[in-house]
């Protein structure tokens, strides 16, 4: 009877230990980035997402109706926080290896490291979430979320988004990658 107590109190335990994990997911990175001051935030409103062309296809119309927020978190390079920046890529680096994230595709660009992931399932995804890094320009992740999000129909209106500049002022957004 001893045996078995020991026995059920070890997988009790072993069970316990594996079901706890303390992986921070990419909801609670970006909480936590908005209250960092070297960071550059965003919270995109899905007003700012206009077609250009009034006359498209319904299915794109819904493309854009499907996407229900957009976060921008960034940090870029300066001479004084190098360890910030490998402390905050190495951190992305880690969340994005959870088999949540499922990865779209990785390139590398101008010398940035820029890789898509997204969650949910191929033809319904929940959200599309782009991170990038380099040496000169920093580190910061892009989350589009939505609703069964189509990407072929999100690849498609991307090419017939027009921009609201009154909404956002986009030189803010740009001013990462000169910072220096």
Known sequence: MKKIKSILSIFV??????SCTNDKTLQEYLVESQDKTEFIK??????????????????????????RKINIVALPIKQDNKVNYE???AELKKIFKNKEYKSLMSMKYKG?????????????IDEIIAFGYGDKVGV?????LGDNINPTLIM?????????????????????????
């Open 13 to 18: 335990l072993a069970l316990a230990i594996t």
């Open 156 to 180: 498609e209106m991307m090419d017939n988004v027009k921009m609201d500049s009154t909404t956002l002022n986009l030189e803010q957004l740009g001013s990462m990658f000169s910072n220096k």
């Open 112 to 124: 940035m490291n820029v890789s898509l992931y997204y969650t949910g399932e191929t033809d319904k």
């Open 87 to 89: 402390a905050e890529k």
């Open 42 to 67: 965003y919270d995109v409103p899905t007003s700012f997402i206009q077609l250009e062309d009034q006359d498209v296809s319904q299915d794109l119309k819904d493309a854009v109706k499907s996407i």
């Open 140 to 144: 910061g992740v892009a989350r589009l």
